[in-house]
């Protein structure tokens, strides 16, 4: 029996969302009101907490622009912009973070799960697609928890699946570190030196009870 189990998030941690889920969103935003986001005030909003999804983002951007935003139109514009044609949209962009290696050590000895705000059809077209050799189970997509993030479900619904297990968790946003604590789950915090704002992010990790912020989830080792 695996006795610690790492549940990771995916956009900010194993997969690189600025070309792919960012740009959609800025693009989206665009489209519906004539308003160009930037990368920095996408991170400025998420450190506020309560918008981990990024089409949540998108419609209170719309809005805030002074324009109607019909949710699951704007939701639908997004998701073509990422897929468009059997794949070939802004998530043929994806860049994965972890380096060769890396989740193969880490599991050894220990479970890996995912706990992402993604679909699951997004979810699995990525681990397919970067490490197909790694087991993460269980993969908890937002179609499996009623509540989102910050809310504790998707940690605790790992914890049910692995009962005595330690899990730690490794996220890039505030929501995430609010979902450990919710959770009583440990959490280690990626603030990348090259993303936005990163050292308003590792602040907020740290007063929010990060155990540690990592530059990256390559660090990961040291703390496990």
Not at 1 to 28: H, N, S, Y
Not at 123 to 143: I, K, M, S
Not at 193 to 204: D, I, Q, S, Y
Request: with cysteine.
């Amino acid at each position: 029996m695996r006795t610690e189990v790492v549940a990771f998030d995916m956009d900010g941690v194993l997969v690189d969302p600025t070309e792919t889920f960012r740009k959609a969103l800025i693009e989206t935003v665009e489209h519906f009101s004539g308003v160009r986001m930037t990368q920095d005030e996408i991170v400025k909003i998420k450190n506020e907490g309560g918008y981990n999804n990024d089409h949540d983002i998108a419609v209170m951007a719309i809005r805030a622009a002074g324009m109607p935003a019909d949710p699951d139109e704007v939701f639908a514009y997004g998701k073509a912009l990422y897929w468009g044609r059997d794949g070939d949209g802004l998530i043929s962009n994806e860049r994965w973070l972890a380096a060769p290696g890396l989740l193969e050590r880490v599991a050894s000895g220990r479970g890996l799960a995912i706990f992402t705000g993604r679909g699951a059809a997004t979810a699995r077209h990525t681990l397919d697609r970067f490490c197909p050799q790694v087991l993460f189970e269980p993969v908890v997509t937002n179609e499996l928890v009623e509540r989102h993030k910050p809310a504790p479900d998707g940690l605790l619904l790992i914890r049910g699946d692995l009962p005595g297990a330690s899990v730690v968790f490794v996220g890039d946003n505030v929501d995430d570190c609010r979902s450990a604590a919710a959770a009583g789950v440990r959490f280690l915090g990626v603030a990348s030196p090259g993303a936005p704002r990163h050292r308003e992010t590792a602040t907020l990790f740290r007063q929010l009870g990060a155990e540690a912020v990592l530059a990256s989830v390559n660090e990961i080792e040291a703390h496990l």
